[in-house]
């Protein structure tokens, strides 16, 4: 079977002199990818085991904590070196554990709800309020002000599954800033449809944020069958919706998270390193299985598989990021705790175990040739050479930072959302051979870096 | 295109004479039911109605009451004769709102949590103690008396969707006598992996029993991906799993429900009537979307667009049962109270909204020329003529009881237990195309049936 991929790959190659470039540079890391596509359990074992043994990892709590002392064990035991967990302080949410909604008029029945990052509490006894309802931010933004005084807002939107994950930013506002809008137009509470694209009843967390001199409000995600029902109640009431919503989140105050890293040393220490990165903290209501798990197994995976096939020339370091979900706590930690050590390269995996569909960087007008040399040795994977500039991911602030270069290694989002931020995101998501796929391209993709030894970025 | 698929379903007609018949005895139905499979809207009414403006319907509740009066309110908006709530008493078990399960260690994690039907309470404070892993009922039944002696017992199975939905005989007893095998070992509470085919963490509830002398426990059903993660702990644990388990079921004693009924009145009320029939409950943990608001809305829709076609010769009467789901109050309670007036035949939708692929009849042989017939009418719409013996649902126990005439139209179940007690049964689960084929394939039976002069078995 592979052969035939390899000789159709090499057909479409842009040069046949690239390929063998790749072979003769790299072979035993493209020989450690094909071997990682067929039986890699590295990953599956990182992402098997943290989901298992510790589960849900909310930032800043002792369950994230956890979750950062079993990677420090694995990281250990898989023979990384200076493993650690950087310590950093944040200020910390927690969902506490009353979550209900319920109509109470016209139609009384309750409906599924889970609060959004940031809400503020209802209080034991809840709220209930009529409800208004928006169709999406826009709608919202178009509320004169005053308008909501005392009322629930209901924001809605519609979004479409998407192989490269862009209507998050054409849905996402609805969670990201709407109950701010809403608070300030004199809503006391907003529930929201969750962003996102199943139709499970499990809402979607993920933060909310409120504009400098809105205090927070209670704000909720109700779960997506939830929020087509209550659209429908609109539809069919001829008075107003009243609902009664109960949310019991709590601000922690300081808390202390970390990030956890290793290396895989290289042969020459005076060249800046590759830095891989992943988050370790999931939200509480899942156990983190795509949302990072599988990605902190996939670059830690790839970072040895590169190391067994002979100690590479740079430094691998991996970054398991803490508090990412939260506000990219870890990530800013990171960089200003590192800042003035150049890294080489920054990748991110934090898109769900399905298969990479494309390759991006920032460097094909300034590294055209490295830039070739990739898109040629992953080819073969099914991995296409994308038109974009890489802007990395969340846990890459360094990269961003530091100006230097940056990898994307694009997953397919298209079954991404209908997971992202659930309860639903559990091992069992995660398909053991879109997993590998990962794993193949990553150690392809990390075993060029590691073992280039011109700067990356070319510049 | 339906010129094309007539001409083609004649092909395939056991004999040309029999669909010559079929067209000249029920013209009007015919072309009823034809219509339906393009166009019906009575049936995705009911269902959208009832799950919107009422919502989930628990047996004995006040929940339910709601639903039936939605019920009476819509037959009689819809024109149907005789509509009635006949009440009944029943024993009204209701399920709490306190439902966990958290693993104490060494894993310590949420797992989500809903009680059984007819499970008793943990109290406030729960049950704290280990869990005992068993894979199937079988593998419990092997257990020594008193070695569950203070444990909580772990039950599993492996169920594979089914078209015919047989694996919920297969599985089933997982959750219908798995929590009795335990208690009558020792045990002090069961869980089990909900029996479904799904993999959300939804779990299925659904009813479980004590064997005569048996103290009822509590008993919980696990989400699926919950009971995975729990395996997996069994095989990665090195000691004990300590789980505490919280649910605060109630028995509310004696209860009024009621079966709500409706007729289409035919030319001749000395012939005995056809009874369709579905239930008008459902689980308190979904809004009964599939089980069974459609099936109402079919066998509904089906009665109203036969008598839309011309008045029929017998009556057609809609049986809505309450309490189907904990034990089959309602059909056991219409039986008795009807018992003394015979029905011509009875048939039940209870199995979801998918198409129909299989008519079956239990007067194969005693009426060869009707079951002939009618499988020739439906075999333009994908129905096959199945060789079983049609044993009916549990809403038509007179059928049973006066050993009368039964007709199956059996369903696609492929997808039914990805849904079936869970909160996931909500009306995005149901195919207004498939639903719309359910009522073609109804109206065209209950067409023939309504206007069949002799007895329907042929006895």
């Known amino acids: 079977?592979?052969?035939?991929?390899?000789?159709?790959?090499?057909?479409?190659?842009?040069?046949?002199?690239?390929?063998?470039?790749?072979?003769?540079?790299?072979?035993?890391?493209?020989?450690?990818?094909?071997?990682?596509?067929?039986?890699?359990?590295?990953?599956?074992?990182?992402?098997?085991?943290?989901?298992?043994?510790?589960?849900?990892?909310?930032?800043?709590?002792?369950a994230e904590k956890r979750g950062r002392d079993w990677a420090v064990a694995w990281l250990k035991a898989?023979?990384?070196?200076?493993?650690?967990?950087?310590?950093?302080?944040?200020?910390?949410w927690v969902p506490g554990e009353l979550h209900r909604a319920e109509i109470v008029s016209p139609f009384p029945q309750p409906l599924v709800v889970q609060p959004l990052g940031g809400s503020a509490s209802t209080g034991p006894e809840g709220i209930t309020a009529e409800v208004v309802e928006f169709a999406n931010v826009a709608a919202l933004e178009a509320a004169p002000a005053g308008s909501l005084n005392g009322k629930i807002a209901y924001i809605g939107h519609?979004?479409?599954?998407?192989?490269?994950?862009?209507?998050?930013?054409?849905?996402?506002?609805?969670?990201?800033?709407?109950?701010?809008?809403?608070?300030?137009?004199?809503?006391?509470?907003?529930?929201?449809?969750?962003?996102?694209?199943?139709?499970?009843?499990?809402?979607?967390?993920?933060?909310?944020?409120?504009?400098?001199?809105?205090?927070?409000?209670?704000?909720?995600?109700?779960?997506?069958?939830?929020?087509?029902?209550?659209?429908?109640?609109?539809?069919?009431?001829?008075?107003?919706?009243?609902?009664?919503?109960?949310?019991?989140?709590?601000?922690?105050?300081?808390?202390?998270?970390?990030?956890?890293?290793?290396?895989?040393?290289?042969?020459?220490?005076?060249?800046p390193p590759v830095l891989v990165a992943c988050h370790i903290d999931s939200w509480w209501n899942g156990t983190g299985a795509i949302d990072d798990g599988a990605g902190c197994g996939i670059v830690a995976a790839a970072a040895k598989h590169v190391a067994a096939?002979?100690?590479?020339?740079?430094?691998?370091?991996?970054?398991?990021?803490?508090?990412?979900?939260?506000?990219?706590?870890?990530?800013?930690?990171?960089?200003?705790?590192?800042?003035?050590?150049?890294?080489?390269?920054?990748?991110?995996?934090?898109?769900?175990?399905?298969?990479?569909w494309q390759f991006e960087s920032n460097f094909r007008e300034s590294n055209p040739d490295l830039h070739a040399r990739i898109a040629a040795a992953v080819a073969r994977f099914g991995v296409s050479n994308g038109t974009g500039v890489a802007t990395g991911g969340a846990d890459i602030n360094i990269a961003r930072d530091q100006k230097t270069a940056i990898i994307d290694l694009q997953q397919d989002g298209t079954r991404y959302f209908d997971l992202h931020h659930t309860p639903d995101d559990t091992l069992d998501k995660v398909d053991p051979v879109q997993l590998r796929q990962n794993v193949a391209v990553w150690t392809q993709v990390v075993g060029i870096l590691a073992n280039e030894p011109g700067p990356i970025k070319g510049e």
Do not use: C
């Open 309 to 356: 096939a002979g100690q590479p020339l740079r430094t691998i370091r991996v970054l398991m990021a803490g508090a990412e979900e939260t506000g990219l706590w870890g990530s800013r930690a990171y960089s200003a705790a590192h800042i003035d050590e150049p890294i080489a390269v920054g990748l991110e995996s934090d898109f769900g175990a399905d298969r990479i």
């Open 1 to 62: 079977m592979r052969t035939l991929v390899l000789a159709l790959a090499a057909a479409s190659l842009p040069t046949l002199a690239a390929a063998q470039t790749v072979a003769s540079e790299t072979p035993a890391a493209a020989a450690s990818a094909d071997a990682a596509l067929e039986s890699d359990t590295l990953a599956w074992d990182f992402v098997e085991g943290i989901t298992t043994e510790v589960g849900p990892r909310q930032a800043g709590t002792e």
């Open 78 to 92: 898989n023979g990384f070196a200076n493993v650690a967990d950087e310590p950093f302080e944040m200020e910390t």
């Open 158 to 271: 519609a979004m479409t599954p998407t192989q490269d994950g862009s209507q998050y930013g054409f849905a996402g506002p609805t969670r990201w800033v709407g109950a701010g809008i809403a608070a300030s137009k004199g809503a006391v509470a907003t529930v929201i449809k969750s962003v996102g694209t199943d139709r499970h009843r499990n809402p979607h967390a993920g933060g909310t944020s409120f504009p400098e001199g809105v205090a927070a409000t209670p704000a909720g995600a109700l779960s997506i069958p939830d929020a087509l029902n209550l659209e429908r109640m609109f539809d069919r009431a001829e008075g107003p919706i009243t609902m009664k919503l109960t949310l019991e989140p709590r601000e922690l105050g300081t808390t202390t998270s970390g990030n956890v890293v290793g290396e895989i040393v290289g042969r020459d220490p005076s060249l």
